[in-house]
């Protein structure tokens, strides 16, 4: 039985993926999962709850080239993770340019891709 809620499928990430907070050029943590309306991020230090943020990050397609995403994300929960001093955030996306959201679905539904 699936008991999956999201409404967009969640590709793990598998590999170093930087996020930056664009408001203050540090990297607040590294992505988990990705899909075209949220994000799981595993951070260093717990954020401000229910706030907004300015992020950045860089993925590969599926040909090799880097591209920058950037967008406007809101905390919607935090966690801790089982690690000390680490914890779980999730967001979900309130403003992205749609080339960056095509480019995020298309990189989530490639070939090979691995779910949440």
Do not use: C
């Not at 992505?31 to 799981?40: A, H």
């Not at 679905?105 to 070939?111: E, S």
């Amino acid at each position: 039985m699936n008991t999956e809620y999201r409404r967009a499928k969640r590709r793990k990430v598998g590999f170093d993926v930087d996020v930056t907070d664009t408001m203050t050029g540090h990297v607040i943590g590294k992505l988990s999962n990705l899909s075209e309306t949220g994000m799981l991020l595993i951070l260093g230090e717990a954020l401000t709850s229910d706030a907004l943020f300015q992020l950045r990050f860089t993925l590969k397609d599926g040909e090799g080239n880097s591209r920058a995403v950037e967008l406007g994300a809101h905390e919607l929960w935090s966690d801790e993770a089982a690690a000390p001093g680490q914890v779980w955030t999730g967001f979900r996306f309130i403003d992205m340019a749609p080339e960056d959201v095509a480019f995020i679905r298309g990189w989530v539904d490639a070939p090979g891709s691995q779910y949440v």
